[in-house]
């Protein structure tokens, strides 16, 4: 369960207005909705991050998926990108379920927190850089509470990016040019904190099988490695 500070802070993201061009979208998607979720009351705010408190996985990805993370609520959830991150999770032991269809699905993280560079769906799945950065504030908030953190994956070069970004702001020695985004990368942002890259879980890369399942596995498997 999240700690009250999380909590807080969820609540804080939930009511961000900062990125009309963000917010205007979101809720047009919320609005006209997609076919096949017609009955569905779409969220169509910004979506806060979710998982234990007491984390020492802390998972970062892009965006919420405009039909998504934007209808349910909460990240990764009710879209392929979730199917296939949550079904690695629960393979790996971090989470009670291989699903992930609605908030109250009875899923639960252990030992893992999720979150988003951007917390509200963007065009096209690309938020523009002022966009990344006013959600950079949630992403300090997040680094400061989730104080048992060891491994950060970040999903995706815009994640590893503001990964990055974010450890320069927490006094991190962060060499330039900076250390290159690949699927399987590793850096060492501090003593005892290690931040992992792999290919975004998006149906893009699982589809055309430049992210499998065994590819996801072996970084999981080499973050839980990390954190014994």
């Not at 998972?59 to 979730?82: E, K, M």
């Amino acid at each position: 369960m999240p700690s009250s500070s999380l909590n807080q802070l969820h609540q804080e993201v939930e009511s961000c207005q900062r990125c009309d061009r963000l917010r205007t979208y979101c809720t047009d998607v919320a609005q006209t909705k997609r076919r096949q979720y017609l009955e569905w009351d779409y969220w169509g705010r910004p979506v806060p991050g979710y998982g234990d408190a007491n984390a020492r996985l802390w998972i970062i990805g892009l965006a919420p998926a405009a039909h998504g993370g934007n209808r349910t609520g909460r990240v990764f959830t009710g879209d392929r990108s979730g199917d296939f991150l949550y079904a690695a999770l629960h393979r790996a032991g971090f989470a009670n379920q291989a699903t992930s269809i609605s908030r109250d699905d009875g899923l639960k993280l252990r030992d893992c927190y999720i979150s988003a560079t951007a917390r509200c769906a963007p065009p096209a799945n690309k938020p523009t850089p002022q966009e990344v950065s006013n959600c950079s504030t949630f992403l300090n908030r997040e680094w400061s509470m989730l104080k048992r953190k060891r491994v950060i994956l970040a999903l995706g070069k815009i994640a590893w990016d503001a990964t990055l970004a974010l450890a320069r702001r927490h006094q991190c020695l962060i060499p330039k040019p900076a250390p290159n985004f690949g699927h399987d990368a590793q850096f060492m942002l501090q003593p005892g904190l290690t931040l992992f890259g792999s290919y975004h879980v998006s149906q893009q890369n699982t589809f055309t099988g430049k992210l499998t399942n065994e590819m996801f596995d072996e970084v999981l498997r080499q973050a839980l490695r990390t954190l014994r």
